[in-house]
Each structure stands twice: as C-alpha cells, then as structure tokens.
C-alpha cells in the first residue's frame, strides 16, 4: 500500500478566496483522485489526474473551479477556487493501488470550512 | 446513472452481536467491489474488496463479504463484533475497471460495551 500526506490537514477560509491542497505519496502511481465529503455525506470523485496530462474531471466539477495540477508521479494539488460555504467539506487524495483493479488508497483529507 | 445504496445509515449494537450490512449496486455489468472503513480520527482504510472468483471474501479484523451477483449485493459481515468496531463503513464500487470509485452513503456503526 501506499503512504499519501496531504496538506494542510485544515483549514478555515474567507468567501470568494481559494485555497490550494496538496497531495504527496511515497510512491510512484500513474493515476491520482481527488474526492468531496460534503457534511453528513459520502464521497463523491471529483476528478481523475493522471501525469502528464489534463485532469479528467466528473458530472458536477469544471476545471475552472477545482483546477488541478500533477507535475509528477508523486505529486498533485486541487486548487477550491472562489470559494463559498458549500464548499466546505473533506476532501481527500487517492491512488490507484495497481492492476485496473479499482483499490485506491486514501490520504487522510484536508477538512476545509469556508465562511 | 450507476450508484450504490447502503440500506442502513446508523447501526448501534452490543458487543458480541453479529452484524450485517447491506449494500447494492445499480450495474449489471463486471464490477470490482469494496468495503473501507474510517475509525474515529483515522484514515479511509480498505477493509476487503472482490475482484473475482469465490464470492465469499474475508478481510481484516473478521469481517467478510459475500457478492450475489444475481441481487446486485456486497453484504458486510461479522459473527461478533466488538467495541473497537465503532466507525464508519462505506462501500464503493468500481464500474468495469473505469477510473474513480462510486461510495455509498456510509452507515455510522456504534458498538455498545
């Protein structure tokens, strides 16, 4: 398995400001996951970034509003732009555990609050 | 639009009791199947997958899961659980290899000593 830290853990934000998190794991993966955990709710994909090029993102999110970058096989960072308080929410980095299998392994998830 | 459906949102039970909790899937095509787990503070861990073959899977600390392809289902399982079991499960679903997983809801499982 793999060991992802991202950062910040947390974070309390102003409206209409954006915030960039980061993802490090301790290996290199081909593909990397962004997720929401809205409150009281469960976690839903918010895009697919592979290295090398552009994040594939899903039903809901544009790319104008969580850009994504991932310079690396080891790297990547979600930017929550011009946020609102319906942005806050968990949200959580993942890794593709190998195989096309679909496991993912998770990053502990950067908890944001926007007021 | 394909989803995942966990019947049960909040769960108390006394220690020793067993434990099952429902999950299915909208999807008649090839899925791989997981339950993850997230105690108090931690981290989403994976708790046990299906990817093929026998139906009935085990994983850590006891717990199994058996697919019914023919319900759609991935039921959670454990003969006696344990106070230590207090967390929150969820199960996700990769459709066919596609990229990304679809969770369900969660259920909030409370184990009384």
């Known amino acids: 398995s793999a060991v992802i830290s991202q950062k910040p853990s947390r974070d309390i934000c102003q409206r209409g400001t954006s915030l960039t998190i980061q993802c490090q794991v301790d290996s290199q993966v081909t593909m990397m996951f962004w997720y929401r955990q809205q409150p009281g709710q469960s976690l839903t994909l918010i895009a697919t970034a592979n290295q090398g090029s552009e994040a594939t993102y899903e039903s809901g999110f544009v790319i104008d509003k969580f850009p994504i970058s991932r310079p690396n096989l080891t790297f990547s960072t979600l930017t929550v732009s011009n946020m609102s308080p319906e942005d806050s929410s968990i949200y959580l980095c993942?890794?593709?555990?190998?195989?096309?299998?679909?496991?993912?392994?998770f990053g502990p998830g950067t908890r944001l609050t926007v007021l | 639009a394909q989803s995942v459906s966990q019947h049960n949102h909040h769960v108390i039970l006394s220690e020793a009791a067993s434990l099952e909790l429902g999950c299915n899937y909208s999807?008649?095509?090839?899925?791989?199947l997981f339950w993850y787990v997230q105690y108090p503070g931690q981290h989403l861990q994976l708790l046990l997958k299906?990817?093929?073959?026998?139906?009935l899977v085990k994983g850590i600390k006891g717990f199994e899961a058996e697919f019914i392809k023919s319900k759609f289902s991935f039921n959670l399982r454990k003969p006696s659980v344990q106070w230590s079991d207090t967390a929150e499960y969820f199960c996700a679903v990769n459709w066919g290899g596609a990229d990304g997983l679809t969770f369900g809801k969660g259920t909030h499982l409370i184990i009384q000593p």
């Open positions: 999807y008649g095509g090839t899925v791989n």
């Open positions: 993942s890794v593709e555990g190998g195989r096309g299998s679909g496991e993912q392994f």
């Open positions: 299906y990817f093929s073959g026998d139906p």
